[in-house]
């Protein structure tokens, strides 16, 4: 397998006007696009509709972004954001926070813990790291406390499922990566080489499917 990727960063029109009247969020330091719909319980492709967005667009602070088509009232934060501390690129929370009640039902929660997973393990593309560092890195994002954990330690993280979705994390013995969607995977750790990497669901044949919990 060819660890080497190339990845194109096309930088987002983020100042897009919204509507008065739509649910909005102001992008702060930090704020990541998988962050903004883990927080309001929403899914990360209603945010791109919303925006015009896509899994390459870069967020700048100060930045509007629109939650959703309809009215302000829909959704509502589930959480502050944690402070940030970014360390060789990859960024991770300082401290826990608690989350309040999701006011959106437990499947768009479901949706948009999946898309937030999704998101930062993109975003860790081309990083030089073990696979259980991506893992923890994603998990964070989400607000789950985390510590430098095996593979196998993961599964207390969610419940296991037969067929993987989005965000889904995949373990098997000595490795762990995060399902993104038709039939691909990103992982760290692959072959020997550390190198973060997008490759299909089938080099990990024999895993178990870990539906992350809210």
Request: proline share 7%; glycine share 12%; with cysteine.
């Given at each position: 397998?060819?660890?080497?990727?190339?990845?194109?960063?096309?930088?987002?029109?983020?100042?897009?006007?919204?509507?008065?009247?739509?649910?909005?969020?102001?992008?702060?330091?930090?704020?990541?696009?998988?962050?903004?719909?883990?927080?309001?319980?929403?899914?990360l492709?209603?945010?791109?509709?919303?925006?015009?967005?896509?899994?390459?667009?870069?967020?700048?602070?100060?930045?509007?972004?629109?939650?959703?088509?309809?009215?302000?009232?829909?959704?509502?934060?589930?959480?502050?954001?944690?402070?940030?501390?970014?360390?060789?690129?990859?960024?991770?929370?300082?401290?826990?926070?608690?989350?309040?009640?999701?006011?959106?039902?437990?499947?768009?929660?479901?949706?948009?813990?999946?898309?937030?997973l999704?998101?930062?393990?993109?975003?860790?593309?081309?990083?030089?790291?073990?696979?259980?560092?991506?893992?923890?890195?994603?998990?964070?994002?989400?607000?789950?406390?985390?510590?430098?954990l095996?593979?196998?330690?993961?599964?207390?993280?969610?419940?296991?499922?037969?067929?993987?979705?989005?965000?889904?994390?995949?373990?098997?013995?000595?490795?762990?990566?995060?399902?993104?969607?038709?039939?691909?995977?990103?992982?760290?750790?692959?072959?020997?080489?550390?190198?973060?990497?997008?490759?299909?669901?089938?080099?990990?044949?024999?895993?178990?499917?870990?539906?992350?919990?809210?």
């Amino acid at each position: 397998m060819d660890a080497s990727v190339a990845e194109t960063v096309a930088p987002a029109s983020a100042a897009v006007a919204v509507a008065p009247g739509v649910a909005s969020h102001t992008v702060q330091p930090g704020d990541t696009l998988g962050k903004i719909a883990a927080s309001y319980g929403v899914s990360l492709e209603t945010i791109f509709a919303a925006n015009g967005l896509g899994w390459e667009s870069i967020i700048y602070p100060g930045d509007v972004i629109a939650l959703s088509g309809g009215p302000i009232g829909v959704t509502a934060p589930i959480s502050p954001a944690p402070v940030e501390i970014s360390t060789m690129g990859i960024t991770t929370a300082s401290s826990t926070i608690e989350r309040a009640p999701a006011q959106a039902s437990s499947t768009v929660a479901a949706s948009g813990i999946g898309s937030a997973l999704v998101a930062s393990a993109y975003a860790q593309i081309g990083a030089t790291q073990d696979c259980t560092i991506l893992v923890e890195v994603a998990l964070r994002s989400i607000g789950k406390t985390v510590g430098d954990l095996a593979p196998e330690q993961f599964y207390q993280y969610g419940t296991t499922v037969s067929t993987p979705a989005p965000g889904d994390l995949v373990i098997r013995p000595g490795h762990i990566a995060i399902y993104v969607g038709n039939g691909q995977v990103i992982s760290s750790g692959m072959n020997g080489v550390n190198a973060t990497i997008l490759h299909p669901l089938s080099d990990l044949a024999g895993s178990s499917y870990i539906r992350v919990n809210p």
